[in-house]
Nanobody, 122 residues
Framework: QVQLVESGGGLVQAGGSLRLSCAAS????????VGWFRQASGKEREFVAA????????VYADSVKGRFTISKDNAKNTVYLQMNSLKPEDTAVYYC???????????????WGQGTQVTVSS
Protein backbone atom coordinates (compact mmCIF):
# COMPACT_ATOMS: atom_id res chain seq x y z
CA GLN A 1 0.00 0.00 0.00
CA VAL A 2 1.04 3.62 -0.36
CA GLN A 3 3.01 5.07 2.53
CA LEU A 4 4.32 8.57 3.07
CA VAL A 5 6.55 9.16 6.09
CA GLU A 6 7.60 12.63 7.17
CA SER A 7 10.64 13.37 9.28
CA GLY A 8 12.81 16.32 10.29
CA GLY A 9 10.43 18.33 12.42
CA GLY A 10 11.41 19.80 15.75
CA LEU A 11 11.88 22.91 17.84
CA VAL A 12 13.87 25.80 16.41
CA GLN A 13 14.35 29.46 17.25
CA ALA A 14 13.00 32.18 15.02
CA GLY A 15 15.37 32.81 12.14
CA GLY A 16 16.58 29.23 12.16
CA SER A 17 16.25 26.46 9.60
CA LEU A 18 14.85 22.95 9.33
CA ARG A 19 14.69 20.44 6.52
CA LEU A 20 11.68 18.15 6.32
CA SER A 21 11.78 14.88 4.39
CA CYS A 22 8.93 12.84 2.96
CA ALA A 23 9.80 9.26 2.04
CA ALA A 24 7.31 7.49 -0.21
CA SER A 25 6.69 3.83 -1.03
CA UNK A 26 4.06 1.83 -2.85
CA UNK A 27 3.53 4.21 -5.78
CA UNK A 28 5.19 5.15 -9.06
CA UNK A 29 6.82 8.14 -7.45
CA UNK A 30 7.96 9.94 -10.59
CA UNK A 31 4.32 10.02 -11.78
CA UNK A 32 3.10 11.84 -8.70
CA UNK A 33 3.20 15.42 -7.56
CA VAL A 34 3.98 15.92 -3.89
CA GLY A 35 2.71 18.74 -1.77
CA TRP A 36 3.43 20.01 1.70
CA PHE A 37 0.54 21.28 3.79
CA ARG A 38 0.43 22.51 7.36
CA GLN A 39 -2.13 22.88 10.10
CA ALA A 40 -1.63 25.12 13.09
CA SER A 41 -3.56 24.51 16.27
CA GLY A 42 -7.11 25.77 15.91
CA LYS A 43 -6.69 26.66 12.25
CA GLU A 44 -7.55 25.04 8.95
CA ARG A 45 -5.00 23.11 6.96
CA GLU A 46 -3.23 25.26 4.39
CA PHE A 47 -1.10 24.70 1.35
CA VAL A 48 2.64 25.34 1.68
CA ALA A 49 4.41 24.11 -1.47
CA ALA A 50 4.18 21.50 -4.22
CA UNK A 51 6.45 19.93 -6.80
CA UNK A 52 5.41 18.06 -9.93
CA UNK A 53 6.30 14.47 -10.80
CA UNK A 54 9.57 15.18 -12.53
CA UNK A 55 10.62 17.74 -9.96
CA UNK A 56 10.93 20.45 -12.56
CA UNK A 57 8.00 22.63 -11.53
CA UNK A 58 7.28 24.05 -8.11
CA VAL A 59 4.70 26.34 -6.55
CA TYR A 60 4.66 28.07 -3.16
CA ALA A 61 2.22 29.81 -0.87
CA ASP A 62 2.91 33.54 -0.69
CA SER A 63 3.62 33.23 3.03
CA VAL A 64 6.67 31.01 2.45
CA LYS A 65 7.91 32.20 -0.93
CA GLY A 66 11.59 33.08 -0.78
CA ARG A 67 12.08 31.24 2.54
CA PHE A 68 11.09 27.64 1.75
CA THR A 69 12.36 25.40 -1.04
CA ILE A 70 10.75 22.15 -2.14
CA SER A 71 12.73 19.54 -4.07
CA LYS A 72 12.13 16.01 -5.31
CA ASP A 73 14.58 13.13 -5.67
CA ASN A 74 12.88 10.42 -7.70
CA ALA A 75 15.85 8.07 -7.33
CA LYS A 76 15.30 8.10 -3.56
CA ASN A 77 11.49 8.39 -3.61
CA THR A 78 11.86 11.40 -1.35
CA VAL A 79 10.71 15.01 -1.29
CA TYR A 80 12.37 17.66 0.82
CA LEU A 81 11.18 20.96 2.23
CA GLN A 82 14.04 23.25 3.19
CA MET A 83 12.71 25.90 5.56
CA ASN A 84 14.85 28.95 6.25
CA SER A 85 14.24 32.19 8.16
CA LEU A 86 11.56 30.45 10.20
CA LYS A 87 8.98 32.54 12.01
CA PRO A 88 6.76 31.70 14.99
CA GLU A 89 3.78 31.74 12.62
CA ASP A 90 5.31 28.78 10.77
CA THR A 91 4.54 26.63 13.83
CA ALA A 92 2.26 23.79 12.73
CA VAL A 93 2.03 20.11 11.96
CA TYR A 94 3.45 19.64 8.48
CA TYR A 95 2.03 16.96 6.20
CA CYS A 96 3.26 15.68 2.88
CA UNK A 97 0.79 14.33 0.36
CA UNK A 98 0.98 12.74 -3.09
CA UNK A 99 -1.32 13.26 -6.05
CA UNK A 100 -1.47 12.29 -9.71
CA UNK A 101 -2.11 15.97 -10.44
CA UNK A 102 0.15 18.99 -9.77
CA UNK A 103 -2.14 21.27 -7.78
CA UNK A 104 -2.36 23.46 -4.69
CA UNK A 105 -5.72 22.12 -3.58
CA UNK A 106 -5.61 19.35 -1.00
CA UNK A 107 -8.71 17.93 -2.69
CA UNK A 108 -6.52 16.35 -5.36
CA UNK A 109 -4.24 14.53 -2.91
CA UNK A 110 -5.42 11.00 -2.00
CA UNK A 111 -2.31 9.94 -0.10
CA TRP A 112 -1.13 11.59 3.12
CA GLY A 113 1.59 11.12 5.69
CA GLN A 114 1.06 11.21 9.44
CA GLY A 115 2.60 14.65 9.91
CA THR A 116 5.59 16.09 11.73
CA GLN A 117 5.51 18.91 14.27
CA VAL A 118 7.46 22.09 13.62
CA THR A 119 7.66 24.58 16.47
CA VAL A 120 9.35 27.95 16.07
CA SER A 121 10.04 29.85 19.27
CA SER A 122 10.32 33.63 19.39
Amino acid sequence: QVQLVESGGGLVQAGGSLRLSCAASGLAFSNYAVGWFRQASGKEREFVAAVNGSGGNTVYADSVKGRFTISKDNAKNTVYLQMNSLKPEDTAVYYCAAAPRFDESSTWYPYWGQGTQVTVSS
